[in-house]
């Protein structure tokens, strides 16, 4: 039997990559109805890469649910200084969660909160502990169990 691979993706992170990988093309990328399209085309081109590189047996795609998170009840400033996600990629984020869904890909969101890597690792601990290799994808980064020392 083949070993079971996870393929966990940030959604938002790298929604927010594939949007700013075309920004100065952004009105060469629209639909008909005047969708801009920038960031489902390089979503979609990102997903086929990690796909096709990565081979996994199971997708899920996390996505944050809204402004309103446990931190920011706590601290009214959280994340004060950061710009409002620009309107033209707000538009494409249903696009992009419905075209998940045709490819047959879950996803989630998780209401309350913002960092969604935070259970990503805990999902990596969960994978690792039933001997699943699982991947996860966010910016850069690559997260996969460690090795269990032998010590």
Same mark, same amino acid.
């Given at each position: 039997?083949?070993?079971?691979?996870?393929?966990?993706?940030?959604?938002?992170?790298?929604? &927010?990559?594939? &949007?700013?990988?075309?920004?100065?093309?952004?009105?060469?990328?629209?639909?008909?109805?005047?969708? $801009?399209?920038?960031?489902?085309?390089?979503?979609?081109?990102?997903?086929?890469?990690?796909?096709?590189?990565?081979?996994?047996?199971?997708?899920?795609?996390? &996505?944050?649910?809204?402004?309103?998170? &446990?931190?920011?009840?706590?601290?009214?400033?959280?994340?004060?200084?950061?710009?409002?996600?620009?309107?033209?990629?707000?538009?494409?984020?249903?696009?992009?969660?419905?075209?998940?869904?045709?490819?047959?890909?879950?996803?989630?969101?998780?209401?309350?909160?913002?960092?969604?890597?935070?259970?990503?690792?805990?999902?990596?601990?969960?994978? $690792?502990?039933? $001997?699943?290799?699982?991947?996860?994808?966010?910016?850069?980064?690559?997260?996969?169990?460690?090795?269990?020392?032998?010590?």
């Amino acid at each position: 039997m083949a070993q079971k691979k996870l393929l966990l993706i940030d959604g938002n992170s790298v929604a &927010f990559r594939a &949007f700013y990988a075309l920004y100065r093309q952004l009105d060469r990328f629209t639909s008909p109805d005047g969708l $801009h399209t920038n960031a489902i085309f390089t979503f979609k081109n990102m997903l086929d890469a990690i796909m096709k590189q990565t081979n996994p047996t199971n997708v899920l795609v996390a &996505f944050d649910a809204g402004k309103v998170t &446990f931190r920011t009840e706590m601290y009214q400033d959280y994340k004060g200084g950061r710009q409002k996600t620009p309107s033209e990629l707000s538009e494409q984020l249903p696009v992009i969660r419905e075209m998940l869904k045709d490819l047959g890909i879950k996803s989630y969101e998780l209401k309350n909160y913002v960092y969604i890597k935070e259970e990503m690792k805990q999902m990596v601990d969960i994978c $690792h502990k039933y $001997h699943v290799l699982c991947k996860v994808i966010f910016e850069n980064c690559y997260l996969t169990p460690r090795k269990k020392s032998k010590n």
